[in-house]
């Protein structure tokens, strides 16, 4: 197997995993109110992606990011955090970490030879689903957030980080 789609896999795993724990870290703020069951719906969606590059670890012979310890506590810190500030708030999260996650995705389709379609195929339905959450986060007045423009950036930096760490350790 491919030290590159060891490194696809391992790092998908990570960023789902992180946005498991944002939703997470989401609902347990906003739950019970009138966003808990679309949150609950990104959620179950980000489950069962980090459960398939769950599978795709041990069948590619890759292993798990060192960092999953810290993106435990860091993504759902993130997701009561920017819950706390507001709905709109923690739509502002999801939309800055979906538009980061499309064109994670996108490069590693784009990177990817026709004798992997399968892991290509997975991706880009998973990417698809990512851009629901995106739009589900601006039908919900995710632009409208307090300091939308830097709240945004610094979310998208902290995404492309954890992606560049997540792949290297």
Request: charge should be positive; hydrophobic fraction near 40%; proline fraction near 0%.
């Given at each position: 197997m491919s030290e590159?789609?060891?490194?696809f896999v391992r790092v998908d795993h990570a960023g789902e995993y992180?946005?498991?724990r944002i939703y997470a870290g989401q609902l347990?703020?906003?739950g019970r109110g009138p966003k808990g069951d679309l949150l609950r719906h990104m959620l179950e969606q980000e489950t069962v992606h980090k459960q398939t590059f769950e599978t795709l670890i041990a069948?590619?012979?890759?292993?798990p990011t060192a960092m999953l310890p810290f993106w435990h506590v860091a993504g759902f810190a993130l997701g009561a955090i920017?819950?706390?500030?507001?709905?709109?708030a923690a739509m502002a999260c999801t939309v800055a970490v979906e538009e980061t996650i499309d064109e994670h995705y996108a490069s590693q389709r784009d990177a990817l030879n026709e004798d992997e379609s399968d892991l290509k195929e997975t991706i880009e339905r998973f990417r698809l689903e990512e851009l629901e959450h995106r739009?589900?986060?601006?039908?919900?007045g995710a632009e409208q957030a307090p300091a939308y423009r830097l709240l945004s950036g610094l979310i998208k930096a902290g995404?492309?980080?954890?992606?560049r760490i997540?792949?290297?350790?």
């Open positions: 590159k789609i060891k490194r992180g946005a498991e347990a703020v906003l069948e590619r012979r890759s292993r920017t819950a706390a500030m507001g709905e709109k739009d589900i986060g601006l039908e919900n995404c492309k980080a954890a992606i997540s792949e290297a350790v």
